[in-house]
Structures are given as C-alpha cells and as structure tokens.
C-alpha cells in the first residue's frame, strides 16, 4: 500500500528524478541515437530526410579528401592536448604551491576567461593574427616574416587559439590533484640528490597523473568537435570534422552525410573516454597493490 | 636548497597570454581607427555606431528572452536533479541519472547541435526561438546540477529530519529549511546557465531558424562577413556583462560555506 516506507521512498525518488530524466532523454538520448538512424536514410533534394534505407552514404565516407580532414583533425587535437599539457602542469604546480591567497587570486584568474565569451576570445586573435593586426605588425618591424606572410588561415593558428581556449580547463584538474599531492616529496627527492627535473619527473608526475589524465580528456575532446575556431582563423588549409558537418547542414544541405560524419565523431569522442576509464581503473589496482591509499 | 623559477615564469606567462589578447581588444574598442595596429586617441564612435544599429538592438531581444526563461526553467529542473542525485545517490536509477546530466558537459557542442537540429527536423518542429530555448536548457540543466549539487555535498540531512520530528510537513521543512540552504547554489547555478546561455554559439548556430538572431550568431556574421571594429565594442559590453555575472555567482557559491 502507499503507506509502505520503501515503496513511499522509491515514489519520492521517481517524482523528483523524472523531470530530468524526460527531459534528457528527449534532446539528448533520443537525438543522438537519430544520429546514427539518420546516417543510414537517403537524403531528399529539398535538404531533408527522405524515405527508404541506403548503406550508400556511409559508404561514401571513406574519400581521400575526409581522411585528410580526419587526419588532421587528429593532429591538430593531439598537439593542442600536448602543448596544453606542457603549459598546465608547471602552472598547476605553481598555483598549488602559492600562499592561500595567491592561490585563491590565480584560480580566480584562470577561472575567469572560462566564463568569458568563447566567441569574443576567438575574435581577438582573428584580429591580432590579421595583416594589419597588431602581432603581424610587431613581427614585421622585428624583421621575422615579411609584408606577405600571412599568421591566418593555417593550422598552426588553429592550434594556437585551441590552446588559448583550452588552456584554463587543463589547468584546473592539474592543479586539484598538485594540491592533494605531498609537494614535501619532491623536496625529499631533491635532498636524496635528485636533480630539479629528475624529482619532477619521478616522483611529481606520477602522483599527479590521475589530474594529467583528466587534463587530457578536457582538453582532448572538444577539440576533436571544433568547429568556430577552424572555422575563423583556419581557412581551407586548417579545416577539421567539425567544419565539413557543418558545411553538409548549411552548404549542401544533406542531412544524412551529416549525420554519418556526426556519427563518426561520437565514436572518436568514446574511443579516449573509454580508454582513460579503463587506465583510471587499472591505477587505482595498482595503488591498491603498492599499498598506496587508493 | 633553491626552488625552481622555472614553474613561475610559465605560470607568469600564461597569465599574460590568457589576458592580452582580451585587453587588446577593449582597449581598441575606444580606438576609432579602421585597423587596430594604429592608435588614433580615445573615442566613443563604434560604441554609438552599435547603439543605431536596430539589427543589434533586435539580437540583444532575442538573446534576453531566450536566457531568462532558460535560468527559470533550469533551475527549477537542475535543483530537483542535484536534489535527487544527492538524497539517493546510492540507487540504480540515480546511476543512470548522473550520467545523462554529465553527458552535455563532456560531448563536444557540434555533436549537441547536429544532434538536436536532426531531432526538430524529424519531428517537424519549425527552427526558431522556441528550438533555442529547448536546447539552451537541455546543457544548461547540467550546469545547474552540478553547482546544486556542490552546495548540497556539506548539507547535512538529518536537519530535515530534525524539522520532520518537530511537526514540520514535508513541504514546509523543504521550503523553510532546505531552500534558504541551498539558495546560494541555486542562484550561483541560475547565473551560470543565463551567461552560458548569453554566450552560447555552436549549438545555437544549428537550432536557430529565420528570425531568431541572437547576438553570438550576430557577431559572428559580423566578423565573418568583416563588419567594422563595432564587433570591439559589442564584445566589450558582452564581456562586462559575463563578468559582472560570474563575480556575483562565485560570491554567492562561496557564501557560508
């Protein structure tokens, strides 16, 4: 009966948990699986989904020109998460080791570009890489690229801005674990003879590597979706997945290539989450075996 | 024993990098040449030029409509998901739960907008205002659960328990007691979903139709199709706004605690 404890208890829970769970499974659940229902129906010529299944389109993925662009989708992600890494570690550990209240005044300016706009932060290296920008000038009186290099429109100028936008949420899953970490460690390394390096490299990375795998999947995974920033200050040389999906919804209007393209991202974008889950799961074995506190 | 400089020089530099470009860019806000790299003195003129655009006036609209009924509806559905989460964290279905409100936080944007335009198109729902407004709340749900869910973390439950014994009802023991603690979180989360819903783009750019320019789709047209430095000046107003919102809802998570 409803007077039943237990079963009163599961009703509470189902009443206050169904909202989200109706709501999410509306626009997020059902739309992701449509993704892939999609990628399999031919396209009709008014830039919609037409009738009937086909294989064709999926099929016609595996071009040389979208192995180029997956290619360097990849590379470009790959590169960002390093330089991100190499920039976010010594930064983390700084933060970690600082008086409360410069940790509290670093944090706060870490945290700060996060919330500022994604687009504004994009729009101010379109403008300082430009030709009449302000580094192209700079590095012009220095005399390091001539009047007709051009900073824009190539990959490296997309790897630049995705660091810059990424940057802040590596930073902070390094820092968390620096600071539960026993910085007191290293200086035990350093007095046993170990150089500045050595200490860092033997005994900081590894206690800080369940933030370094964090920092990778924050940093790794929106990157293999850019779209605004290729799309800005990348040009043809520096487009990734994200510019080809959006040119099939906008430019040639075919849904279902989209679709099929959109369905290759999402299984690139588990392929990393998976593989960090089953290293975390691993680590914490190990700890458990080295008598460490899991 | 000397420590290492090194770590702070690249904490110093990254500092510089992260904020340079964005001072820049206010500062040519006030610079009434065409091109950024000469200053001509202080001016006003792109920020009046942007005040008689009615293009801009007609986004800035659309932008207020869509983030403010997007923070109610949020909040409302974000506070009973953290409440949830956190009061039967334990249970099977909660499990399932957390990992549908952390799947908007790590799938990349693109994925979110192709995702839902193909579910409006199938549905037949006409792209506009409306679609926006779905979507903003579908990622802006999560947002507001995990802030909830930070503040509820110290909240210790048998306080309602305590309200329960001394003949409080279940609704006056949750809005006497379990509402004000958790108001800080609650209105940090709200002015955490209305920034991001200000702000967002990508997923806007593939769920809005005719007429429902917002001012992210409208400053990037600007910049793509190379408006004049007005998009300076917008940016500028874009980023006070953020800020003054992101200050108030970091003091409000702190508050108390």
Redesign the interface.
């Known amino acids: 009966m409803g007077s039943d404890p237990v079963l009163k ?1 599961r009703r509470a ?2 009443l ?2 169904l ?3 109706v ?3 509306l ?6 699986l ?2 892939f229902a ?1 990628a399999f129906r031919p396209a009709n010529p008014y830039g ?2 037409g009738a009937g299944w086909t294989l064709e389109t999926v099929r016609s993925l595996w071009t040389p020109s979208n192995l180029a662009i997956a290619g360097r989708t990849l590379w470009i992600s790959l590169l960002t998460t390093a330089i991100s890494l190499v ?1 976010a570690v ?2 983390g ?3 970690a ?1 600082a008086s409360a209240r410069w940790r509290n005044r ?1 944090l ?6 996060f ?7 994009v ?6 890489l ?1 030709p ?3 580094i ?2 700079a590095l012009e009186t220095l005399g390091l690229v001539g009047p007709e290099a051009t900073l824009l429109y190539h990959p490296a100028a997309v790897v630049l801005v995705m660091v ?1 936008t990424f ?2 949420f590596t ?1 902070l899953p390094i820092y968390a674990a620096a600071e539960k970490f026993d910085l007191r460690l290293v ?1 035990a390394a ?2 046993l003879g170990a150089r ?1 390096f050595q200490a860092f490299r033997k005994v900081f990375l590894p206690g800080i590597r369940r933030g370094v795998m964090t920092a990778v ?1 924050v940093v790794f ?2 990157s ?5 920033i290729p799309d ?1 200050v990348g040009g043809p040389a520096g487009e990734m997945l ?1 510019n080809k ?2 040119q099939r ?1 906008f430019t040639d209007r075919n ?1 279902p290539h ?2 099929a393209l ?1 369905a290759v ?2 299984l690139a ?1 588990l392929a990393p ?1 998976v593989a960090v889950l089953v290293l975390q799961r691993k680590s914490k074995r190990a700890d458990i075996v080295m008598g460490e506190a899991p | 024993m000397r420590r290492s400089r090194f770590p702070i020089a690249v904490t110093a530099l990254v500092m510089a990098f992260f904020y340079l470009p964005v001072l820049i860019l206010v500062a040519n806000s006030f610079n009434p040449a065409r091109f950024s790299s000469r200053w001509q003195g202080f001016s006003l003129v792109w920020y009046r030029r942007l005040f008689e655009s009615p293009e801009i006036w007609q986004a800035l609209k659309n932008t207020l409509v869509i983030a403010v009924s997007v923070t109610a509806v949020a909040a409302i559905l974000g506070t009973a998901a953290a409440y949830a989460l956190h009061r039967y964290g334990a249970s099977r279905l909660q499990k399932v739960h957390y990992t549908l409100i952390y799947q908007p936080l790590v799938v990349p944007e693109i994925l979110m907008g192709i995702s839902l335009l193909m579910a409006f198109v199938a549905a037949g729902v006409p792209l506009g205002l409306f679609t926006i407004f779905l979507a903003h709340v579908t990622f802006c749900v999560s947002f507001v659960a995990m802030t909830v869910l930070g503040r509820l973390q110290d909240f210790d439950f048998s306080i309602i328990e305590a309200a329960r014994d001394l003949g409080a009802s279940p609704w006056q023991s949750t809005r006497k007691v379990l509402l004000p603690v958790l108001m800080p979180g609650i209105v940090a989360g709200a002015l955490l979903a209305f920034t991001l819903s200000i702000d967002d783009f990508v997923i806007t750019f593939f769920v809005a139709g005719p007429g429902s320019t917002t001012l992210p789709l409208r400053i990037y047209s600007m910049i793509k199709y190379g408006a004049p430095p007005m998009i300076n000046a917008l940016s500028t107003l874009l980023l006070i706004v953020t800020f003054t919102a992101v200050l108030a809802s970091q003091r409000l998570a702190r508050l108390k605690r």
């Open positions: 208890k829970e189902w206050v948990s909202p989200t769970l709501w999410l499974t626009f997020v659940v059902v739309p992701t449509l993704v999609i919609g989904i920039l010594p930064t550990y700084t933060i080791r670093l706060m300016l870490v945290i700060v570009p919330w500022t706009s994604f687009l504004v932060r729009f101010a290296w379109k403008s300082l430009h009449e920008g302000l192209k000038k810059y940057l802040p930073i200086e350093r007095d500045p999947l995974i929106p293999l979706g850019s779209y605004i800005l994200g999906i959006a919804v849904l989209a679709a959109s991202l999402v974008v989450l």
